[in-house]
């Protein structure tokens, strides 16, 4: 009787292990789900906020090349970690451009430039926010995956350690802004 006791103990155990783990890995999933929207959206923007800006400052072209291609090679990243180069890229970009508004204060005063500036501020926030809670599932589940019991239930049944969403070194650095004189 105990033998049976102990063997349903251990069914129960290792089942409840399992299930864990699933949630774990799909809130994992659900997590990025919400980053790649946000990224999605900050993508979206990025057309108009360029073209709002290109009739104001034409000398600045070489920023908004870099921009529209930073934003395909982040659109082409599939993992956390093909995309987070790119995308810190983008944002210290999208803040250069962002700051010529202050170079130009007629740009600043144009509604498309204010209106687009104004949505990208928002899509960045909730983007940060969907990263800090993406990486702390991340955080999460891959503990999960590395501490007993849960580890003798998660390598057998192919479990693997999920991606953090982050920073390039590069991308660390403080962005520098140089303002150049409308001519």
């Known amino acids: 009787m105990i033998f049976y006791a102990t063997?349903?103990?251990?069914?129960?155990?290792?089942?409840?292990?399992?299930?864990?783990?699933?949630?774990?890995?799909?809130?994992?999933?659900?997590?990025?789900?919400?980053?790649?929207?946000?990224?999605?959206?900050?993508?979206?923007?990025?057309?108009?906020?360029v073209e709002s800006v290109k009739g104001y400052a034409d000398h600045e072209r070489q920023l908004l090349e870099r921009i529209a291609a930073e934003r395909g090679a982040a659109m082409r990243g599939g993992t956390p970690a093909q995309r987070g180069a790119p995308e810190d890229a983008l944002g210290q970009h999208l803040g250069r451009l962002l700051a010529l508004g202050e170079a130009y204060p007629e740009l600043?005063?144009?509604?498309?430039f204010s209106q687009f500036s104004d949505e990208l501020a928002e899509v960045e926030g909730n983007l940060q926010h969907a990263r800090r809670f993406y990486n702390g599932s991340v955080r999460e589940y891959n503990t999960a995956l590395q501490t007993f019991p849960t580890l003798m239930i998660a390598a057998p049944l192919a479990f693997k350690p999920a991606e953090f969403f982050t920073a390039d070194a590069d991308a660390r650095a403080n962005v520098e802004v140089r303002f150049r004189d409308p001519a």
Do not use: E, M
């Open 7 to 49: 063997g349903l103990l251990l069914a129960v155990g290792a089942v409840w292990l399992f299930n864990r783990l699933v949630r774990l890995r799909n809130q994992v999933r659900n997590a990025w789900s919400d980053v790649d929207v946000q990224l999605q959206r900050r993508h979206d923007l990025v057309p108009g906020l």
């Open 108 to 112: 600043k005063a144009s509604r498309n």
